[in-house]
C-alpha cells in the first residue's frame, strides 16, 4: 500500500465486537475510510454494533455476521462483497481469536481444533479468497494479529501457541505482532494503521514483513534469537556436516 493512500479504503476486520477488532474499528472510520466489521455473534453485542454504525465518520460501514470456522461462510461473504456488491477489499485485518487455557494434556481435541480453526484455517481461508481479487487489482493488504505465544509456547497456552505458530508459519510476509499483556491497545491499533497506510510510524516502512509491539514482545524475541544463537554457537560445526559427501 501506498503512503497517505488519496482515497478511502477499504477494511474487512474479523472479530470487532470488542478489543483489538473494535479498536481497530473506531480508528478506521476516524480516519474517513470504509469499514466492514465482523463478529461471530452481531446480536449479542447491539450496544458495539449500533455504536459502529452510527459513527460520524465520512466513510461506509457495515457490520456482518461471520464465523471464520464456516467455509461457506466465509466463501459466501468475501464472494458477495467482490463479486456481487462490487466491494473492493483493500485491506483484510484477520483479528478473531481466543485462548483455552489449561495443561496440554487436559485439552480437549475438540478445544485444540477450534483454536486451530479460528486463528489459522480461517485466517487462512480468508486470505486465500481475497488474495485472486487483490491480485487482479494489484494491490491490497493482508494483517495476520498474531502473538509472541508463536514464537515460543508457555506454560497453559499451548493451544494457542500452536495456532500462532501455525499462522506465522504460513503468512509471516503480512503478520504483524500485536498482543501484549500490559500494552496500550490504542496505540497499538494507531501503530498498525500507520503501518498499513504509511503513515507516522509506519512512513516508507509499508513493505516490512513484521511489526513487533510491546516490551513483552522485545523480551521473548531476543530470548528466542538468543536461543537460536546459542544453539549455532554450540553445534554450528555439526550444523553443517550433516550433508552427503
Known amino acids: 500500500m501506498t503512503s497517505s493512500p488519496q482515497q478511502p479504503l477499504t477494511f474487512l476486520i474479523t472479530g470487532c465486537s470488542s478489543g483489538f477488532g473494535l479498536l481497530l474499528s473506531r480508528l478506521v472510520l476516524d480516519q474517513g475510510h470504509n469499514l466492514i466489521a465482523t463478529s461471530r455473534s452481531p446480536s449479542r453485542t447491539r450496544e458495539v454494533v449500533d455504536e459502529i454504525l452510527s459513527h460520524p465518520g465520512a466513510g461506509t460501514r457495515q457490520w456482518l455476521e461471520l464465523d471464520v470456522n464456516d467455509p461457506v461462510r466465509c466463501h459466501e461473504l468475501i464472494n458477495d462483497l467482490e463479486t456481487s456488491n462490487g466491494t473492493a477489499i483493500d485491506v483484510l485485518v484477520n483479528n478473531a481469536g481466543f485462548c483455552?487455557?489449561?495443561?496440554?494434556?487436559?485439552?480437549?481435541?475438540?478445544?485444540?481444533?477450534?483454536?486451530?480453526?479460528t486463528m489459522y484455517f480461517g485466517p487462512a481461508r480468508l486470505a486465500r479468497l481475497v488474495l485472486p481479487f487483490m491480485r487482479q487489482r494489484k494491490k491490497g493488504v493482508i494483517v495476520n494479529m498474531s502473538s509472541g505465544a508463536g514464537l515460543e509456547g508457555r506454560e497453559s497456552m499451548a493451544g494457542y501457541?500452536?495456532?500462532?505458530?501455525?499462522?506465522?508459519?504460513?503468512?509471516?510476509?503480512?503478520?504483524?505482532?500485536?498482543?501484549?499483556?500490559?500494552?496500550d491497545s490504542k496505540k497499538a491499533a494507531k501503530a498498525v494503521y500507520d503501518v498499513i497506510v504509511g503513515e507516522g510510524v509506519g512512513f516508507g516502512k509499508?513493505?516490512?514483513?513484521?511489526?513487533p509491539l510491546g516490551r513483552d514482545l522485545d523480551k521473548r524475541l531476543r530470548e528466542v534469537i538468543g536461543g537460536y544463537q546459542h544453539a549455532l554457537d554450540v553445534f554450528g560445526d555439526i550444523c553443517n556436516k550433516v550433508h552427503k559427501d
Open 161 to 183: 501457541a500452536a495456532a500462532m505458530a501455525a499462522l506465522d508459519g504460513e503468512t509471516i510476509p503480512g503478520t504483524m505482532e500485536v498482543r501484549t499483556k500490559d500494552g
Open 206 to 211: 509499508e513493505k516490512e514483513r513484521m511489526l
Open 100 to 117: 483455552i487455557l489449561g495443561p496440554a494434556e487436559l485439552l480437549e481435541e475438540d478445544e485444540l481444533r477450534e483454536m486451530m480453526d
